[in-house]
């Protein structure tokens, strides 16, 4: 079975420019999920879709922050423009559904290293 | 929010030697995830507890739910250089629909 695939897998800008990230989650997966990592902490999540709908983006810092999933299967993240602190691993994460109380595990990509120079 | 607070931040033992990571939440949880994550690459799911009590294990690593459903342990014994990498828990939200990441523990292994 095909996994979570990402790309690019590392990416250096400098700071004002854009960029943008791919995710093609594992087939049949309904949800998917935008992590940002930044070094020595855990992953947060920016924004989670379910189909091509968004369930959460609380954490999305919309100014400069967008993804979409206009078919309801791969997604882009895009960042515009792009400051220091965006340096971070970028995580895509899927799984069949929603989590929910009974439990659904999430399968990740590799990532995306960003440095912002 | 729920909150995922992980000690130690970072741990370094000799090889062979047992070691504990525990995850302790603000709020009960209602699903615990442990994930694994080698440097510079993505999670990998390692097991999931769901009711107070509940304990499983995967070759050297056991992994316990506290009853009161607040606090997680993960134990590996007699490790080795394969089980270095950053240790995450995971938590389902209340309403199961978020799902959080702790602040994460980096082993090293030394051979």
């Known amino acids: 079975e095909a996994g979570v695939a990402q790309s690019p897998r590392y990416k250096i800008i400098e700071k004002r420019q854009s960029v943008a990230f791919w995710c093609n989650p594992i087939s049949g997966h309904a949800t998917l999920y935008w992590y940002q990592q930044i070094l020595g902490q855990g992953p947060k999540l920016l924004i989670q879709f379910q189909n091509n709908g968004v369930v959460d983006d609380s954490q999305l810092p919309k100014d400069r922050f967008s993804a979409e999933r206009l078919k309801g299967v791969d997604s882009t993240l895009k960042i515009q423009p792009a400051k220091l602190e965006d340096s971070a691993v970028y995580l895509c994460?899927?799984?069949?559904?929603?989590?929910?109380?009974?439990?659904?595990?999430?399968?990740f990509g590799s990532g995306t290293q960003l440095s912002v120079l | 929010s729920q909150e995922l607070e992980q000690s130690p931040q970072s741990l370094i033992v000799q090889e062979g030697k047992n070691l504990t990571i525990n995850c302790t939440s603000s709020k009960t949880l209602y699903g615990l995830y442990w994930y694994k994550q080698k440097y510079g690459e993505g999670l990998i799911f390692l097991m999931m507890l769901q009711k107070g009590g509940e304990e499983k294990s995967h070759e050297k690593i056991t992994a316990k739910l506290d009853e009161k459903k607040q606090q997680s342990s993960l134990h590996i014994t007699a490790s080795q250089p394969s089980h270095a990498g950053i240790y995450l828990c995971g938590a389902v939200s209340l309403t199961g629909n978020q799902f959080y990441f702790g602040t994460g523990t980096s082993l090293t292994v030394i051979p």
């Open positions: 994460a899927s799984s069949w559904r929603s989590q929910g109380i009974g439990g659904e595990k999430l399968f």
